[in-house]
């Protein structure tokens, strides 16, 4: 199979045809993708109706993956977390972020696929945390290329919501002691690419460190609006079985919840990364 990379935006995106990920795909192939990841931060495919573990299986050729701490996951393949607007609150995706910077060693990158999808509305954005860095001027570059910032799970996951059941709160707290805050350079070098990106987010991102918290609070509120400019961006509108592979260390996302009453379920599988620096 030849892959066909077609680009969608100037900042990110590429739809690849040529491929079928339900089959065990050549290491060539994989290192195609792989390339075509660092080059467009997200990938986007049709018609790609994987299993749970078909999709755990091509995730985890890029590294290992993560059980997620408070969203319900498929029961035979516990690696693969579900968004099912109608037994779990999802309103945390619906603002910008980058998935759970509150370990130690942030998403490399995600694998999601869209199970079921209302007939409008539902899409996604995605945002290059890259771009975002690069248009900033070059003193504000410098100055933010020193700070470090907190990630605190609870900013997306507050206990009013998680842990509204004894069996839902025991998880929650062992949750927080697993994962307390966590500090992370405010400006992100890309392990590989060695390109600089924003790493802030308005999910999980709580203060800068050497700041004030005036301070803080206004130059989060800054870099929250900028990262998500639309010339930054590229939007998606899902069918059922199209499936996303992003590069959560140089991107945002944000999952339009806009299709209420109607059902959105997606699977996704999480891909372990590093430390950043």
Known sequence: MTLQITPLTPALGAL?????LTRILADTQYQA???????????????QPLTPEQQARFARRFGDLHVHPIYPHVAEQPEILVLDTAVTDVRDNAIWHTDVTFLETPALGAVLSAREVPDHGGDTLWASSSAAYEALSAPLRAMLDGLTAIHDLTRSFPRERFGNTPEALARYEQAQRDHPPRAHPVVRTHPVTGRKGLFVNDGFTTRIEQLSAAESDALLRFLFAHASRPEFTVRWRWRAHDLAFWDNRITQHYAVDDYRPHRRVMHRATILGDVPA
């Open 16 to 20: 690849v045809e040529g491929v079928d």
């Open 33 to 47: 993708l792989e390339r075509a990841l660092l080059d467009h931060q997200v990938l986007f495919f049709r018609d």
